[in-house]
């Protein structure tokens, strides 16, 4: 479409809603792209890796957009040699990003600023393939509730236009996934694409070991797709599936039911695939989300305690539970007289 259009003036004309031209804005993407493969490829980790893209004055239209093509190409290569578990920085919002994170942040640099600059031309409206801007929506804005049409909706949530029923946009940021390393593996973010194919029977895009994922991650899954969809979904009240990191294999799940109450409580749940009980992992991934929970409490406030009901038959379940340091607070939780679980509570602050 912009090829179309390489003859028009794009630096006297600002792109849609943008202070920047046309021309700022397609050099703009091209910036993107190549800083993104820069990110992923140098394994920055503390912070943008110190150098800028520029292009020579003479530079036509018609070239940008091959530059365009080119880093794009780059970060696609990229993303395909990267291993699934290396991070790079990027500050919003974990400070960190994996591959899939870098590429979808490049996809909606394009698909945003195309918009922008066809708007500003006066071009025919542009509309990228329902299916791509729904993958970018539950990847990067898991916070933002799905409407009836992914684009309008992906426009609105950037600020770009207007849908009904809904606040206009004036300040906005993506969401990576959010990371926590542990000794022996890592608590990685279930974003909603992965949710809900792990809840239709997939492996939400992670290896696993023999036998998983298991039935309970499968509901929880689920729980966190219906979140999203009610649009009360927060990345970092989430679901995470536990990766080892000697080979990169999922062998578990672990998260909360929820965003903390008005009370600072938030409510865990977890479970392993078979084969790789009784060695302490669980443990080890309690503890580390309670450490997350500890700093998040610290910073902003907003939690207060874990919660935690366990079978009374359980009791590698309530040996866990004990060993992160989460107190029995009811021996008799549930329904009835007597109910059939314990419950437990992990205080993160008074």
Not at 79 to 90: G, K, L, Q, S
Not at 121 to 149: E, I, K, N, W
Not at 151 to 161: D, F, H
Not at 249 to 277: F, K, M
Request: hydrophobic share 40%.
């Amino acid at each position: 479409m912009l090829r179309e259009a390489v003859g028009r003036d794009w630096e006297g004309v600002r792109a849609g809603r943008l202070e920047w031209s046309c021309r700022e804005t397609a050099e703009h993407i091209a910036s993107c792209l190549l800083g993104y493969a820069g990110q992923l490829a140098g394994r920055a980790t503390t912070s943008y890796l110190p150098f800028e893209f520029t292009m020579d004055e003479a530079t036509g239209n018609a070239d940008v957009l091959d530059v365009i093509r080119t880093t794009g190409e780059l970060l696609a290569s990229t993303v395909r040699t990267t291993p699934r578990e290396v991070r790079a920085f990027h500050p919003a919002p974990f400070r960190a990003a994996d591959r899939e994170g870098f590429a979808a942040m490049g996809v909606t640099e394009v698909l945003l600023h195309t918009h922008d600059i066809v708007e500003g031309l006066g071009l025919p409206a542009y509309m990228p393939p329902a299916d791509l801007c729904t993958s970018l929506l539950t990847r990067l804005f898991p916070h933002v509730r799905p409407g009836d049409d992914p684009w309008p909706t992906l426009l609105w949530a950037t600020g770009r236009a207007d849908l009904p029923g809904r606040a206009r946009v004036t300040e906005w940021r993506w969401s990576n996934t959010l990371h926590i390393p542990a000794e022996r593996i890592v608590l990685q973010g279930i974003h909603p694409a992965a949710a809900a194919d792990l809840a239709e029977g997939g492996t939400g895009g992670f290896d696993w070991i023999e036998g998983g994922p298991v039935e309970g991650t499968r509901v929880g899954a689920g729980m966190v797709f219906k979140a999203y969809e009610a649009g009360v979904h927060r990345p970092e009240w989430g679901m995470f599936a536990l990766v080892r990191k000697e080979d990169g294999l999922a062998i578990g799940a672990l998260g909360y039911h929820g965003a903390p109450d008005e009370d600072g409580r938030t409510e865990v749940g977890y479970d392993l695939v078979e084969g790789a009980r009784g060695r302490g992992y669980m443990t080890e991934a309690l503890r580390t989300l309670a450490d997350w929970g500890r700093e998040r409490a610290a910073e902003r406030g907003d939690v207060r305690s874990l919660f935690a009901v366990v079978d009374k038959d359980n009791a590698p379940s309530q040996g866990v539970v004990s060993r992160a340091g989460f107190e029995k607070v009811s021996d008799d939780w549930g329904d009835g007289e007597d109910g059939a679980q314990f419950a437990y509570e992990l205080r993160l602050r008074d």
